[in-house]
Every structure is written in structure tokens, then in C-alpha cells.
């Protein structure tokens, strides 16, 4: 077992507050079988098509994800009409955001990063001239900043002269 899958995140099931299921992350293998279901599917290439895609994606990760709770090698799941004979449409949506949510979970010992480079990393961060940031990496460290901060970043600009008419503010 990878040791990403060594534990899971329960998520209670909308539908029936008393059924929580276990979710693991999905290995590299599991993901491409994922896929490879996905693109056997002939979808018209309009909004439908792409929208039964993704809710296929959904679905067949959910079936790879969740676990028995004592064994978490063990799926609870065969396939996708298993899984659909005991999930509302609501349950399929909270539980895969939550298993989104789960995979989007990341930290420095998880990457493998050292104290030693973090510290590293902090005093750069506090030698940088952050006003000579421009295009994507000034894009990228405002979205990292707002990520981390509890508040909005404040801005000075009265906005783009095309929508100021627009805009309306306090006198």
C-alpha cells in the first residue's frame, strides 16, 4: 500500500448524516484507469459530452477511493452501479469535492523539504524586492498571498478605465 493510502478522511454522506465513508487518494495507476475509462467514451464534443465526462471522472474515482474502514486496501465498491445504488446526486458531488479537498492537502514534510530550506526560503522571501514582481510571478505571489492571509489584499487602483464609470464608491 502507498503510504498516502495508509489512512483515510471519513466524509459523512449528505443524504444520510449517520453513513460516513472512507476516502483514500488514489495511486498513479488507479488515476489512469480513471482516465482510460473516460477516454473509451464516446461523448458528443459539446457541453453534454463534457459534462457527463466529468461526472463520469467523478464517479470512477470514487469507486478507486472508497474503502472499507478496517481494511483500507479493500473498496467498498466494484463498480459505478454499485456505488450509484447507495449515493444521491449530492452525495457523488460533497464526497469527490472532498476527495478533492483531500488530494489538494499538501505540507513541507510531505514534500520532503528540510527545516534547513524552509528557513532558506523565508529569508528570501524577506529580501526580495517584491515591487519589481511583474506578470505571472507577481500573479503567482498574490495568489500565494491570499491564500495565506486571513484578510483580502488591498489594492490602491481605482480599476481598469474601461468599467471606473462603472464602479461605484463611498465620497
Excluded at 62 to 89: K, M, S
Excluded at 100 to 125: H, R, T, V, Y
Amino acid at each position: 500500500m502507498r503510504l498516502g493510502q495508509a489512512v483515510c478522511d471519513y466524509v459523512e454522506l449528505p443524504s444520510d448524516p449517520e453513513i460516513r465513508v472512507c476516502v483514500v487518494p488514489l495511486t498513479e495507476a488507479q488515476y489512469r484507469q480513471v482516465l482510460e475509462k473516460v477516454a473509451a467514451l464516446t461523448m458528443p464534443d459539446d457541453i453534454a459530452g463534457v459534462t457527463i465526462k466529468d461526472r463520469v471522472t467523478a464517479e470512477e474515482i470514487l469507486v478507486r477511493a472508497i474503502r472499507e474502514e478496517h481494511d483500507l486496501t479493500a473498496r467498498v465498491y466494484e463498480n459505478v452501479q454499485d456505488l450509484l445504488e447507495d449515493f444521491e446526486q449530492h452525495d457523488v458531488d460533497h464526497v469527490i469535492d472532498m476527495y478533492n479537498e483531500m488530494i489538494e492537502k499538501s505540507s513541507p514534510s510531505l514534500d520532503g523539504i528540510a527545516p534547513e530550506e524552509l528557513e532558506n526560503l523565508k529569508k528570501a522571501l524577506q529580501k526580495m524586492d517584491w515591487n519589481d514582481l511583474s506578470g505571472s510571478a507577481w500573479y503567482a505571489a498574490r495568489r500565494f498571498l491570499s491564500r495565506i492571509s486571513p484578510r483580502p489584499l488591498l489594492g490602491n487602483s481605482l480599476g481598469s478605465t474601461s468599467i471606473r464609470s462603472s464602479t461605484t464608491t463611498n465620497d
